[in-house]
């Protein structure tokens, strides 16, 4: 095993006396050990202030993203005997900043999420006395793939539109749109989608750099949702 050397971005930024700065650390690389391993044992033993975001530690819930050694991945997934000695952690950034690793994706993820109306536009009111309408079991399989983006802000942080334009809504969004034109209970049309993803802020900004697709924890198809989406509003319009 192997004696790791880590370089971490400490920074509070309500704290006026903080500054930005890297700190160091080293930890004895155990077996099977993960970077939310390693962070907890520095935290434990070495820096107790460290902040970092964790939840479920089973790359489900997204909250430990980070850069990691400038790509960004989740903390939890990432195995340390896949990592040179020497790793640098820094947070996700376009995200606000709450401390140290600790970023505010929620803020960003649900100013998207209402931007986009991600959530299912009913013909009625829902009953929930009546049971709902068969699906097609390809369907929501469909439906349920694209449905295993945990919002963890890696796609947002690779792509190079969202750098440049902060209301660029990502990869996640256009992810989000496909889902829900998939649906066969939403009952809005092309021209719905359009008005809320059919813009440079949208579909259209995309450059087509595909930074997105390539770190996504989850695996997603995020190059065939950008495409197709981008068809169809530019088709539908």
């Known amino acids: 095993m192997r004696t790791l050397n880590f370089s971490i971005f400490r920074h509070t930024p309500r704290d006026p006396a903080s500054t930005p700065h ?31 975001d964790f939840v479920c530690r089973a790359g489900i819930c997204g909250s430990c993203a980070m850069l990691i050694n400038g790509r960004p991945g989740l903390a939890c997934r990432t195995l340390t005997e896949q990592l040179p000695a020497q790793i640098t952690l820094m947070p996700l950034p376009t995200f606000e900043l709450i401390a140290d690793l600790s970023v505010n994706t929620g803020k960003w993820m649900r100013a998207m999420s209402e931007r986009l109306q991600t959530w299912v536009h009913l013909r009625d009111e829902p009953d929930p006395n009546r049971i709902e309408p068969r699906m097609e079991p390809e369907l929501a399989e469909q439906i349920y793939e694209l449905d295993r983006c945990v919002e963890c802000g890696c796609c947002v942080t690779a792509c190079g539109t969202a750098q440049m334009r902060e209301d660029f809504v990502g990869a996640v969004g256009i992810n989000k749109i496909a889902r829900f034109r998939l649906d066969p209970r939403d009952t809005r049309k092309d021209a719905d989608y359009y008005e809320v993803i059919g813009d440079d802020d949208g579909v259209f900004g995309c450059m087509t750099l595909l930074g997105c697709h390539d770190v996504c924890p989850k695996n997603l198809s995020l190059q065939t949702q950008i495409a197709f989406i981008r068809r169809k509003m530019a088709l539908g319009k």
């Open 22 to 52: 890297i700190a160091r650390y080293t930890v004895e690389e155990s077996q099977g050990m993960t970077l939310y391993m390693a962070l907890n044992l520095i935290a434990e033993e070495q820096a107790p202030d460290l902040a970092f």
